[in-house]
Structures are given as structure tokens and as C-alpha cells.
């Protein structure tokens, strides 16, 4: 028996069974640079190139490099909140307790799950002016009140329940492009 294999083929015999038709081509046996395949290369390349890709990206999105890019950043405010939910109308208001840059966007109090008990339905966006604050801007110390009075408009409403409600207090930039929530109330229903 051979070295080579199991029927008496030699290891030359068995070499020239699996050489490729190019590399049988060549006149001396030789393979040629040009006749070996690219696509390891490529395949490198193309790996590596990617892994800078993701790299990068997950850097800039993980360092905040991604945060408010070409649009306007939320100011920094904060509110406290005050409520009274039991028997009778409910009450809650959100007070101001520092803000900076409030001059641009919009701030606004989403109501949904709320009830009048009437006509009206108070699930929806209030402005600051919509809830009755008459000041020229959220100042520390302004309260956006959340009532019967300012929910509740009319006589044949009923008292406002807040135990299913939920509330947020968010700004919006003026061209809608960018938002904050910058604070949420749950009542206990909800």
C-alpha cells in the first residue's frame, strides 16, 4: 500500500486529481498570482470597513454626539406636582420649580383618561393660557392648575375625575421638529 491513499494512488496521483483546470492549464505547474481569487481580500476589506461603520456609530450615538443635531434643544425645566383625588372634584397642579430657556417651543399639559362628567370632554392639550395662567411666561413658582374650573367649562358638567387620568407636562419645539415630556401624574386608577 502506498503512502498516498488506500488503492495504491501516490500523493503526486492524488494532488493532480483535485488541481483546478487553470492550474492544470499552466505549463509548469505553477500558480500564477493572477490566477488566484480576489475575494478574501475583498471580503476583509469590506469587513473591516464595516466594523469602523458600526463603531463609530455606536460611539456617537453612546457619547450623545446624536443629541439635537440640527434641530432646537429642549429647555431644562423642572415642575413639581400637587393633588387631591378623592370625593368631589379632583385637583392637580404642576409648579415650576426652575427653568431655563423657556422663551422658544411651547409648553403643554396632555390630559387623556379624565372625565367631566358631562358634555365636555377634557382629554387634550392645554397651553399654560388654556389652563388660565396669565403671566408672560413659566417662571419659577407658576402653577398650570388642573380643575374643574379649567377643565370642566360649563354649567352641565359634572366634577372632574382624575383617578383614570393620565398627565403630562411636554414642550414642543416651534417648528415641531424636536419634543421633551418632562413630566408624567398617573391617577390611581390608572
Excluded at 11 to 16: A, G, V
Excluded at 36 to 53: E, F
Excluded at 90 to 116: H, I, M, R
Amino acid at each position: 500500500m502506498s503512502p498516498g491513499g488506500v488503492h495504491g494512488e501516490s500523493m503526486h496521483e492524488k494532488r493532480s486529481t483535485e488541481m483546478s483546470s487553470r492550474e492544470r492549464e499552466a505549463p509548469d505547474g505553477v500558480i500564477r498570482w493572477r490566477d488566484r481569487g480576489v475575494s478574501p481580500v475583498v471580503g476583509v476589506v469590506l469587513m473591516v470597513a464595516i466594523t469602523v461603520v458600526l463603531v463609530a456609530s455606536a460611539g456617537a450615538y453612546f457619547f450623545g454626539f446624536t443629541e439635537n443635531v440640527g434641530g432646537t434643544s429642549p429647555p431644562t425645566v423642572a415642575f413639581s406636582s400637587d393633588q387631591d383625588v378623592g370625593p368631589g372634584s379632583d385637583t392637580l397642579a404642576f409648579t415650576v420649580k426652575s427653568s431655563e430657556g423657556l422663551g422658544d417651543g411651547t409648553v403643554q399639559v396632555v390630559v387623556s383618561g379624565a372625565s367631566c362628567g358631562g358634555p365636555v370632554d377634557p382629554n387634550k392639550r392645554y397651553t399654560p393660557t388654556g389652563l388660565g395662567v396669565t403671566t408672560g411666561g413659566l417662571t419659577a413658582g407658576t402653577t398650570l392648575p388642573l380643575d374643574e374650573r379649567s377643565l370642566c367649562r360649563g354649567a352641565a358638567n359634572g366634577p372632574l375625575d382624575l383617578s383614570g387620568a393620565r398627565v403630562s407636562v411636554v414642550w414642543m419645539a416651534p417648528d415641531g421638529s424636536a419634543g421633551r415630556s418632562y413630566t408624567t401624574w398617573k391617577g390611581p386608577d390608572a
